[in-house]
């Protein structure tokens, strides 16, 4: 009982450090633009590149774990951003910003894909809700975040605490994960498994997926503050808590559900429920008399983000033991890089009405998400009976 505790520890704590140091930046914008005399909009493109280096770094990072163990793979993935984000605070100019930040983000998300790889290998029961539970701690991550940076005023300083603290908080974790790989080196595994066989439809339709739960989420996540913050809801602070505790137990939720009623169930559960959130939304942000129901109306919104919460998980159970780090951050790649520009694109076409925006986008992403969820299912359950 006591290994199986410290296992789960050693899987929550790096998770955290990863969404601890990835969203970071975020809060300390105002006083960077103002001592790198730079705009907010500029900045912003940091996080842009964090998706982008997730990305890539996801693929890579997640074939050396398929080669050479989820040990090697998880110490490369938490030292690199978590050093990354230590040199950021020595950044002189905005391009080494953007610089240090593509490294983090590819450290961030290759940790997050090999953890999905480690809870699948780990456990044979539970691993939605473990699955939710993780992914839940993005919110955690941010709150933390909000929490430090407001206790230490210099962006500098606050980036240096942030990186030295992950690093010497997670990286003694990942001796305590078991090794479930044998090292048999990057040109004995045979990748291309990923798109043979029924293998090509799932990698097809499972990045369809997890794409769209990106798009989904990550503008939701990103401009609804914005959003609230423009259209003058009161009391705004405390929607700024109260969601995203909407979000972290909704993702625990969705991942019990998945436990008890299957993964396939769920999501088409929850895809219908994140479309009848973009109607409400799109009714709401654009009728005067209702935005005081935007806040509710965006309740129902990050409850419905929910889809996002066990997506790792599932994609690693689909696929053997062998690829299956590399398996499941392939699939997150598309989805990482419209995560990347999903918001700035639907700032930019919807500048007028974020809320339409967010609505209308939310509105395509789940139908997307139930149509992929459904062939993914008639092409899962192939697989298990062929």
């Known amino acids: 009982m006591r290994s199986r505790v410290l296992v789960m520890l050693g899987v929550l704590i790096p998770f955290l ?6 969203f970071s930046i975020t809060y300390l914008f105002p006083e960077i633009a103002r001592v790198m005399h730079v705009s907010i909009s500029a900045l912003s493109f940091t996080v842009t590149l964090s998706f982008i280096g997730g990305a890539v770094g996801g693929v890579i990072i997640g074939m050396i774990a398929d080669a050479y163990g989820r040990r090697v793979g998880l110490a490369v993935s938490i030292i ?14 905005i391009w080494v910003l953007y610089i240090t930040w593509f490294l983090v983000g590819f450290g961030v998300n290759p940790e997050n894909g090999i953890t999905y790889s480690v809870i699948a290998e780990n456990w044979s029961r539970g691993r939605g809700l473990i699955g939710g539970v ?3 701690l993005y919110f955690v991550g941010l709150m933390i975040d909000a ?17 030295i603290t992950s690093l010497l908080v997670s990286l003694p974790w990942v001796f305590i994960i078991p090794e479930t790989v044998r090292k048999v080196g990057i040109t004995r595994v045979n990748y291309s498994e990923l798109f043979s066989g029924n293998y090509l ?13 990106f798009l989904l989420t990550v503008p939701l996540a990103s401009l609804a503050p914005t959003y609230m913050r423009i259209i003058g809801i009161e009391p705004l602070s405390t929607w700024l808590i109260v969601l995203p505790i909407i979000g ?3 993702y625990g939720l969705a991942g019990y559900l998945s436990d008890v009623i299957g993964r396939d169930r769920t999501l088409i559960i929850l895809s219908i429920v994140a479309l009848i959130a973009s109607i409400l939304l799109i009714i709401v942000s654009t009728t005067a008399p209702l935005m005081h129901v935007v806040p ?11 889809v996002f919460a066990y997506l790792g998980v599932w994609m690693s159970e689909l696929y053997p033991i062998r690829i299956r780090a590399t398996a499941s951050n392939f699939i997150f790649t598309l989805g990482r890089l419209l995560g990347g520009i999903g918001p700035a694109l639907v700032a930019m076409a919807f500048s007028n009405d974020l809320g339409l925006g967010i609505g209308i986008v939310m509105a395509i992403c789940s139908v997307l998400a139930l149509i992929s969820t459904v062939n993914l299912r008639s092409v899962t359950h192939r697989v298990m009976f062929d």
């Open 201 to 213: 439809l799932i990698t097809i339709f499972g990045t369809i997926l997890v794409a769209s739960a």
């Open 296 to 306: 509710y109306s965006l309740a129902l919104a990050y409850f419905s983000s929910s």
């Open 17 to 22: 450090m990863s969404a601890y140091c990835v």
């Open 147 to 163: 929490i430090v940076t407001s206790l230490v005023a210099e962006w500098r300083l606050a980036l240096m605490l942030i990186g």
């Open 134 to 136: 993780v992914q839940g």
């Open 248 to 250: 972290a137990v909704a």
């Open 80 to 93: 690199l951003f978590s050093i990354a984000t230590l040199t950021a605070g020595f950044a002189m100019n």
